[in-house]
């Protein structure tokens, strides 16, 4: 049993079988994708607030640094990445910030708020309104702030990154690996098409990783809500001084990924926190999203790469690139998405044709 599930309502069990043939997996058992692909975004922090303080992570500021982005500010880089040819608002902030920050309570007041969930909601609904879809990484969700912030979301995300209790999550307010599950399986209960993943070099193991993927497949098995799992190494900065994981156990873990999830899933590699081509044979199929207007505000040390780093990571690998939407294609119909967003996949505006010629090219 995986720490800390007991307090949910959610059963997640791995077979040692499947975990020792996930611990033989080697780079040379699987494939290289036949293509690549990206999708291009605006990064909109909501807040820096967060109720954990991880050892390896820059994007919380401590209490009385944090504040919330406001209407206008939400607005006008919306307007900016719509111009520059985005697709996706990426909306993220930390686990829980209005139980442990003062200030953002009286800024959500100020804003006639009840929560960072209604905010979030508000936000997405002026993303739409500018031309681009919503993909929101708020951490862990319960099922009715899930439901909250659905109809206008084209997809959910949340890092699981270890289904271990590591040292790097300690303190008064470590992460549990039994909520991230929960918010993994309350999406699919919703029917919510998902992103996930695991950081790879935080002090879990490799039975670790094995289990932590085999976790992923599960639920996926279950609602099939999974679209891509991203395998991240961590990464130095000025809160993280223990190094990344080497070119080799990367190359095993994407590989063991990609053995392991169902052909249908993506895996992703960041290609500003690792160079891509040292494991496009090992069955990475896509770039994640990258910005041609905002920074990485989870990695601000490590800069996007532009349009022609991932061409040239395709070309290295020998196969096209194409374009997506935040949104994998077999998602884009009404089983998954709400009206709402179905509407604007549809609209006859210029974000519509936007996306239409995006969808075209995949």
Known sequence: MFPGIEAYDVDVTVDERDVERALAVRPADVAAADELSFARNVFLPLTTACRYTCTYCTYYDPPGQASLLTREEIRETCRQGANAGCTEALFTFGDDPDDRYAEIHAELDELGHESIHDYLREACEIALDEGLLPHSNPGDQTYEEMAAVADVNASLGVMLETTAEVQAHGGPRSKVPGQRLNTIANAGKHGIPFTTGILVGIGETWRDRAESLLAIRELDRRY???????????????????????????????????????????????????????????????????????????????????????????????????????????????????????????????????????????
């Open 224 to 362: 099939g809500h999974v679209q891509e799992v991203i395998v991240q190494p961590v990464s130095d900065n000025e809160r993280w001084h223990e190094g990344s994981p080497s070119t080799a156990t990367m190359r095993r873990v994407v590989a063991m990924a990609r053995a392991v999830l169902p052909e249908s899933v993506s895996v992703q590699v960041p290609p500003n926190l690792m160079d891509a081509r040292d494991v496009v044979d090992c069955g990475i199929d896509d770039l994640g999203g990258v910005s041609p207007v905002t920074d990485d505000h989870v990695n601000p040390e490590y800069a996007w790469p532009a349009l022609r780093e991932l061409e040239e990571v395709a070309e290295h690998a020998g196969v096209p690139l194409a374009e997506r939407l935040p949104t994998y294609e077999r998602y884009l119909n009404e089983e998954w998405l709400s009206e709402r967003v179905l509407a604007a996949l549809d609209a006859p505006d210029d974000a519509g044709e936007r996306y239409r010629t995006v969808r075209a090219g995949t």
